[in-house]
């Protein structure tokens, strides 16, 4: 596939929501003829996908209970 | 029979009340984000003790410092940011060993010793295997990103603020660190020899 010179920060900016209107249509724009920058769009949403689905999340109900009576006799 | 109004009280309420002398308050907090800080820190140092005595660290010194915090929307950016510090804090000591071993590796995917029943728990068990092992060799700065955008969610300005850079410093690690895990991912995907053994020494030992 032909590699695009088209910034992926962009796409990041574009995937997190971080720009303005025009600049968000600047990158759909560039999305529609560009199969490179779609590829690694969603790659970066398949890493996403793949890292929440299976990294479990850790609990410690027990310590959380005791930092809660901890934090309960904090001057405050 | 009517609808429960499950209101959730916002964080920036929340961090009001607790500045105005309500604990109470700052507990609801601990619930909210106890899992996910502690999560993020066992991954950062890889010792479960160390990242238990962070994920304290991290939440008292939250609320001590509450009154500083500049803008109470941003509290998990500003709790991840401290939670982090602290563990800058203990790499420095040379407290935090980044122990890379496949028994790590499969603790960190959650798996115990229950066998798998069905191909699709084999499947699973794969996966999370290899999901955990390409974030286990990942350079830490990497890894580090990674944990804050793919795993905690935060976009790239809050992770700038987190890692103190500038938004595109925070972009093009994002970039290279989500571009990185997918290659080695793919390629340990694909299966060669070292992968075949490196499952057959896992299954072996009857971990999963």
């Known amino acids: 596939m032909k590699k695009c010179s088209f910034p992926s920060t962009n796409l990041v900016a574009y995937a997190d929501g971080e720009l303005d209107a025009t600049q968000q249509r600047v990158v759909e724009v560039h999305l529609q003829d560009c199969a490179a920058c779609r590829q690694l769009l969603a790659g970066f949403k398949e890493v996403d996908q793949l890292i929440q689905q299976h990294t479990p999340e850790i609990d410690d109900p027990a310590r959380r209970a005791n930092l809660r009576a901890q934090i309960a006799d904090e001057p405050h | 029979m009517g609808s429960v109004n499950a209101y959730v009280v916002a964080d ?8 105005a002398g309500c604990t109470q308050s700052f507990g609801l907090l601990i619930d909210r984000y106890y899992s996910r800080i ?25 609320f001590r410092s509450c009154a500083r915090l500049p803008d109470a929307s941003s509290f998990p950016a500003w709790l991840y940011r401290i939670a982090l510090n602290l563990t800058r804090h203990e790499w420095r000591r040379g407290r935090v060993r980044y122990v890379h071993s496949l028994e790590w590796v499969a603790t960190e995917a959650g798996l115990g010793s229950e066998v798998p029943t069905s191909p699709d728990q084999t499947d699973e068990c794969h996966e999370r295997m290899l999901v955990q092992q390409v974030l286990a060799e990942l350079n830490p700065a990497l890894r580090e990103v990674l944990l804050l ?41 694909r299966g060669n020899d070292d992968e075949e053994m490196f499952f057959s020494e896992y299954e072996s030992g009857g971990v999963c």
């Open chain 2, 12 to 19: 920036d309420e929340l961090i009001a009340a607790v500045r």
């Open chain 2, 38 to 62: 502690q999560t993020y820190l066992v991954r950062q140092t890889r010792d479960h003790h160390l990242a238990a005595d962070l994920t304290q660290q991290t939440f008292l010194e939250a």
């Open chain 2, 149 to 189: 955008s793919s795993l905690a969610g935060f976009r790239s300005k809050e992770i700038a603020y987190i890692l103190t850079i500038s938004d595109m410093a925070a972009r093009q690690r994002i970039s290279r660190a989500k571009q990185e895990f997918r290659l080695r991912y793919n390629i340990l995907s």
